[in-house]
């Protein structure tokens, strides 16, 4: 009796994982139950203490930035002054889609006038978030990849875009632990894009600081403060930073908040005001009872650290033991965020997670962390291990492996 090839034990152990009838999803970053859980005392809402500190009535409208204390703790969290600083609702998503619909609609301070019209582009580093490129393609922005490398996005590549076509207004920057690849800006990426010249002087950086405190280990790689280095290159209208407690607190039920210069507040507020009387007070009040100061966030970040970290760590050992001998597949080893980037050799992206959706494992679609979707060598594959259990995760993760092996096989890879 012959030997069973490796293609063929491969196939086989795929077999039986596909009979199983597994439903597993890898698809997106959300928060399992566990970690919500560590919000609860948020349900309870304010009850009748619905007063502020400075007896503000939060039932009421008013405070169109938002609560004093929430300004001040968030400003300290983003980095900025407390007058540099606006609150928004739950999503700091929407905060930047505004921000982006607002600029084709009557352009930014100092703008000519409206983006629309003028051919707006915008610089995209890649691998990167897809709701960014949601934004852009939505809009109508013409969308620019940019590589992103393990201090930001190549910085080379930027200046010397951003320089030479006026038409491009902007760049999507998620500076820690970026999505997917989970790396932190350097020092010398956040000064670079501070001061490069570009040829529109209304050129504007989203710093979408989503995973600010989201460590999984301690002591993280510090992130040069952007807002700062902007004033100091005589750029200071440049950056418009973005964070929300959406991955905090409660994903859809947090707090969103924008930092940028007191000018470009003041546009803010203008366009604001045309939308909304007000930010949800009663939920800023809530949040602040919660969570009052940067040490409590912490706190609370680290029990999430103790949830997430498990999970993460059960991913990456199974892709070593299984993947690590084959030379078929690499993977970022990040130390905070919500995902792992994996690459496959060339032309097995779409093939892979095909393969693996046929076996039960849902995962995040083959291009997505590209512009328009299109990942032009077919590598890359986000993997999301925050939402299923440990024990998911390894029967995933395992269907994942082998489908990358038999995929790697019938390419001509292993």
Known sequence: MSTPTATSQYQ??????????????????????????????????????????????????GCADGLADVKRLYASYLGVGIDEILMGDNSSLSLMHDVVAQALLRGVPGSDGPWAGTG?????????????????????IEMITVPLGSEGPDLETVARLAGEDERIKGIFCVPRYSNPT???????????????????????????????????????????????????AGNSQRPLLFGSTSKITLAGA?????????????????????????????????????????????????NHADILRPKFEAVLMILDERLGPHGVATWTRPRGGYFISLETREGCAS????????????????????????????????????????????????????????????????
């Open 120 to 140: 707006a582009r915008f610089l995209c580093p890649v691998p990167g978030y897809d709701r960014h490129f949601s934004i852009c393609e939505h809009l109508g």
């Open 254 to 302: 947090g707090l969103a908040m924008v930092g940028a210069s007191e000018v470009n507040l003041a546009d803010l507020r203008l366009f604001r005001s045309k939308q909304s009387i007000g930010p949800d007070k009663l939920s800023e009040l809530s949040h602040l009872r919660f969570l009052p100061d940067l040490a409590a966030i912490e706190n609370h970040m680290q």
């Open 351 to 414: 093939a892979v997670i095909d393969l693996a959706a046929q076996a039960g494992v849902r995962l995040t679609p083959a291009g997505a962390t590209f512009p328009y979707g299109r990942d032009p060598k077919d590598t890359n594959i986000r993997l999301a291990p925050s939402y299923p259990s440990i024990e998911e995760l390894r029967e995933a993760t395992g269907i994942l492996a082998l489908s990358i092996l038999i995929v790697s096989e019938q390419k001509g890879f292993l």
């Open 182 to 232: 989970g790396i932190t800006y350097s020092d010398a990426t956040v000064r670079g894009l501070a001061s490069m010249e570009t040829a529109a002087k209304d050129f504007r950086i989203i710093w979408d600081n989503a995973y600010a405190v989201h460590h999984l280990y301690p002591n993280p790689a510090p992130l040069t403060n952007i807002l700062d280095e902007c004033k100091r």
């Open 12 to 61: 086989q152990q795929y077999e039986e994982a596909r009979l199983r009838g597994l439903d597993l999803d890898m698809t997106r970053g959300k928060p399992c139950a566990d970690q919500l859980d560590l919000s609860a005392p948020l349900l309870a809402g304010v009850g009748a203490e619905y007063l502020a500190r400075d007896g503000t009535d939060c039932r009421n409208y």
